[in-house]
């Protein structure tokens, strides 16, 4: 440990290093070995570091970069020098053997390696020594090397080598110091030169100084700015003896209440009374003619700060420790008694998130540039969602990683900086804010995040586990409206970078990279959202369902907000019995309507269908015709390439099972359900966008009830579109609108589930890319009627699968995926693919129904459109009895009658996908029965009216309407048949009555 104290000082690390001096280095570029300074006659210095190998330069390299505040990537910019062939990639491929690739890396890093491991020689063997300086071409006499052991000392000194014992790391330095005739002391980590728009007057700082100070001499003020923080600017400032932190307000007009020094000086002073770590603060100076603003000065405390929250370079444990220390801290900042500190008037006692919510939008609407729509719904949904309840205690306002620093060898926290927006508060305000990099990526500029990277794999807590280990440590339970504390933070910190961005574009921003916060600020507030949507969630589920009967409706109009920025009428229908409902969301009846991310989305759906999908439909119609229609239509395949291109990929995900929007677009059921209906408007879409059924069926039920194991086996190549799949439930000798009535046995033997059944109606069986078979079986017959049921996940290429044959609808095969009809004899599925576990097949099946049942009537919808634009075209076109069809009284009553029922359908479907948004699929219950007896009934009224108009040539494969009318009438079994639905509405309705 002495000499790893020693190299830390230095600046250095690895084993057996030889001339990498970094303070070198940067006095003589371009030199690889070391010349005459001050009088000295040393060229290297030669050191051991115990055992640290060169295999895993990565790791070592991040860890060495870290611990000495080292720019990121310089040991890694120096292994991929020369791209592939360049001496690490050579090394890797075999290509140059160990002492090739250490002689041309020490070249690049002015280094040089000799590993004890690797030469079969080791201390105190004097031949490591010659190694070392044959390979470094010098004297002895010309090299130092410094060891804590004796006989190391003894054999290099035995050789010429003048040699220091390394007792103590500071007199070591000294006198290596005083043998090159110039100091090794590292210069000051994370900062910079001052930048030209940050200057201070140093003349009047350095007299202020002295006066303080008491200082005599006259020695030149060293000043540097820390390129660390966004507000206001941080200085390092070295007089004499003395290295003192200036902190400063910035320049020029700034916003109401911010940039208060004068308030983080106080918070400090008396924090350090209380035994909280922060730095010691010498003074405070209110006169702005000293530097131009008002400033305050601490004490320099040397440390490491961990601006990459991932922690890169430490070991698990480590990462752990860290974020462990970091939360004790942060407990402790809570647990200071105010009375005792004399903090009781530092700011209002309760209501803090109301007061924030109403400084930050005031701050925001200050510094605003542009409109940003997730801000204005947030601006709108705050307010009306405000915990009940709150503790007050100091609060940070800030509290981060990278605002703690950190003993250099051990995790323990020496000072916790930045306390600019400290006031008194909601403690859980700075918990969430603590946790905002778990939501962020490793990409993201500024505020660098890890949600990107497996937390349980990197040692570090997950928010759940951190936000666990924080209650427990302050002894209170946990809070279950945490996703209103994330929407608050990252809506904060949004408005903060909103304020540097309005800074930078004026030159008063602290921090260069201030103009990157254009796009971040937008993308904070839109994180902002996401949790807000989850709160949402999370609210309505919790409800008590004592009347989900009720059907008292009022119906709201807004005035023109955020989600309809083109005045268009947003509605809403919400209980009566709960107004707060209004606040989740409008019910958005147009594509119109939709919020401008949504929108764009919908247009670009909208152009590419026009400009791909549409003029490909002929062919794709005759590749059904063709002999080779059981294989997939290559031109399918190189539309799905263009979707995927394009963003327009994994549409139907809905965001409540999806909040992260890890697998899908991050839609809500009625924004979904205006794309899907555009979809609908051509039979080959769908699978286009890798947005038809069944998949997306078998996709939701992996994500809402599938393993980690099971999703990555099936539900990632279903997502990218490899591999297709298919729901065998359906039975031939059974009435299966009832799924209870399934006979299909799975039967458990060792280690596998034996599965023994026929099916048919199996849509998607016959394509040749179909993988996965999800199959629904008894496994116990005297089991209560709806746990008898599981569902198994079957891999197709399972021996006993045997497809009879295709079914026909209405005559049309519907190559290459078909309706197949099958049997399973003896067929062996490892236990691990049951789904969810025995018996809950009947409830499956049912979470998979509810919004596919909103994609099937969106669908029919988009079918509907299309019709009526094909009828129209031909009434018009077409003469008949002496006039145009379009005059015909008939024909004018069956357009005006398809609009009027598309319009109804339509409003109906969205209502229900609006109620699952807000109360989720039980509660939508009744809207979905209902939906599923209307859309396909009037898709067939509507297309049938439609053919009729054609006469012959709506029959025909010439024009999509007979697919559509079998597709609509098939629908009307799907999802269950009209009777069953039927019987559903009305005995809900007459419980309701009663």
Known sequence: M?????????????????????????????????????????????????????????????????????????IVKALVEGGENGPWMRFMRGEIKVQDFLQEFGRLCSKMVVESCLEGICKPDPRIYQLCLERLGLQPSESIFLDDLGPNLKAAASLGIHTIKVHDPETAVKELEALLGFTLRASIPNTCPVRKTMEIPKKSLEKYLKDLLGIQTTGPLELLQFDHGQSNPTYYVRLANHQLVLRKKPPGTLLPSAHAVEREFRIMKALAKAGVPVPNVIDLCEDSSIIGTPFYLMEYCPGVIYKDPSLPGLEPSQRRAIYTAMNR??????????????????????????????????????????????????????PLHLPSQQRTTVVHGDFRLDNLLFHPEKPEVLAVLDWELSTLGDPLADVAYNCLAHYLPSSCPMLRGFNDRDVTQLGIPTAEEYFRMYCLHMRIPPIENWNFYMAFSFFRVGAILQGVYKRSLTGQASSAAAEQTGKLTEFMFNLAWDFAVKEGFRVFKEMPVTKPLTRSYHMWVGPRSPLSPTGTRSYSSVPEASPAHASKGALVISPEGLSPPVRELYDRLKHFMEQHVYPAEPELQGHQAAADRWSPSPLIEDLKEKAKAEGLWNLFLPLEIDPEKKYG????????????????????????????????????????????????????PLLEGRARSCFAMTEPQVASSDATNIEASIREEDCFYVINGHKWWITGVLDPRCQLCVFMGKTDPHAPRHRQQSVLLVPMDTPGIKIIRPLTVYGLEDAPGGHGEIRFEHVRVPKENMVLGRGRGFEIAQGRLGPGRIHHCMRLIGFSERALALMKARVKSRVAFGKPLVEQGTVLADIAQSRVEIEQARLLVLKAAHLMDAAGNKAAALEIAMIKMVAPSMACRVIDRSIQAFGAAGLSSDYPLAQFFAWARALRFADGPDEVHQATVAKMELKNRT
């Open 2 to 74: 002495c000499i790893r104290r020693l190299l830390q000082s230095l600046s250095l690390q690895w084993a057996w290093r030889a001339a990498f001096l970094k303070h070198f280095q940067s006095r003589h570029q371009g030199t690889h070995r070391w010349t005459h300074f001050g009088g000295s006659t040393y060229r290297a210095v030669i050191f051991d570091m115990g055992g640290v190998l060169i295999p895993s330069p990565g790791r070592v390299a991040a860890e060495w970069e870290v611990q000495n505040h080292i720019p990121s990537g310089t």
């Open 329 to 382: 801290v942060l407990c402790k900042i809570h647990s200071v008694d105010l009375q005792a500190a004399g903090l009781e008037d530092y700011g209002k006692h309760g209501d803090y998130i109301p007061r924030q919510v109403q400084t930050w939008i005031k701050q925001y609407r200050a510094s605003e540039t542009s409109t940003i729509p997730a801000m204005e719904r947030l601006i709108e949904w705050l």
């Open 665 to 716: 677009a991050g839609l809500t059921n009625v924004e979904y359900a205006h794309l899907c209906e555009l979809m609908g408007t051509s039979l080959y879409a769908p699978e286009i966008f890798n947005c038809s059924a069944p998949d997306t069926g078998n996709m939701e039920l992996l994500v809402r009830y599938g393993t980690e194991e099971q999703k990555a086996r099936w539900l990632t």
